[in-house]
DNA sequence: GTGGTCTAGACCACG
DNA sequence: GTGGTCTAGACCACG
């Protein structure tokens, strides 16, 4: 299910976080769903449980799973949900989006190009149901 | 007009070399133009010469800047002309646009919210001129 | 394994560079090799970390070496691939040859002892099985 | 006759040397020969006086070129003959050219491409009377 | 004055 | 423990 890029800049426990927040994006996790514990998500992954421990308490502090004493750990019913349109937090996602657009520009796309793009990320971080009209 | 905010995640040399490249796209620096020498700029930004240094030096590597013996650092003439439609700096980048893509979903944002929040900034990356018609 | 000159006006972190290179040619190091990290290099070299840190991420540049988070640094299994054989660099090249084979001249070598030297270079820049026949 | 590459990494006045030394192997430059004062050269050039005065202190000390007192500066006759197989000296150039050769292999050319490259330099850097046979 | 290199030393994120 | 970033400060080649 979650694949780690060893090689990537980008942290290990990062790529944990986004690709279950993909995953529930996509629709291939739901609410309620268990998903496997640190240690077997450790193992499964060749990695060290300190990391996906530490990805999944950013998780739980983003209300995307939440753990269950004894039970397990499972994807939260309520994301989504904490819907609060945060300005400040867009804002920081805007400075961050800035310098890459702009690398796009530099590759020589053009506007069209880069919103076209923008659309393919959309679309394949969406159910599929949404998008069939 | 370099602006480095130094509570910032984003390392100073980067906000440097991303703000100079935002610079160029805008038009606000052509071909030609002396920018400040490494030390001006580090007494100007309060900062260490040696991360203006790494700032420049990076965007040497990139043929944006070009640095005369003697006569100063210069925007280079070849900018947007190294465009090989890179495909694998593409596929880079887009594997870091998606995450952000995805917390715009998750702060609620709809599929058209986002795709206007690129078109702001495909705007404001632009030197005005081409955006007329 | 590396031997650094400090009294050369060669730097020190090209010196490192150029030696790793060169172990690779000669097949002393191979894809997937473990190289020690740039803490444990400078301590064997007596030398500062940076100057270290600074030629990894030269050869990380390069493709030479690779990082894997948490496990450490590697030879890349591409080296050699991105065979692109790009003309500016081939030029680039020769401009710097150029002089040298001039100072040969004028310590008096005839044209055949240069190309005999030269391939006295090629010959212990090989792994040696490539020479067999 | 000269021309210089403010932006090349190569300092000015190596620059200035090395094309002097090849005029002079190439059969352009002869003993006797007239060379431009610093001051003229220098403004030929568009560079600063010093830079030229720094090659030109060299070349003398290489007995390349001679000052007379009021006369100007020549090319000195005794070129080619200091020729004293210098081992030392050799050994610096060839550890000069072996990271050259080594990026040469890493742009993919093979042993026999190089030594044809080399031929190539051979033949340029002659007066073109010794090839002829 | 200018950039390039290097050291010593520090702090931090990651694992 | 590991690499990445940054600072302070030094020395040097070049112009």
Known sequence: MIKIDVRSNEPIYEQIISQIKESV?????????LIPS???LATM????????SKAYQELERQRIIITMRGKGTFID????????MN?????????????????MKYLGMSDN??????KDIN???STGEENEK
């Open 25 to 33: 994006l996509k629709g291939f996790l739901k609410s309620g769903d």
């Open 45 to 52: 992954l060749e990695i060290n449980p300190n990391t996906v």
């Open 123 to 125: 679309k394949e971080l």
């Open 87 to 103: 300005d400040n937090k867009l804002d920081e996602i805007t400075k961050k989006i800035k310098p890459l657009i702009m690398e």
């Open 38 to 40: 640190v240690r077997k």
């Open 77 to 84: 019913s309520i994301n989504m949900n904490n819907v609060k």
């Open 113 to 118: 190009q880069i919103l076209e793009k923008i």
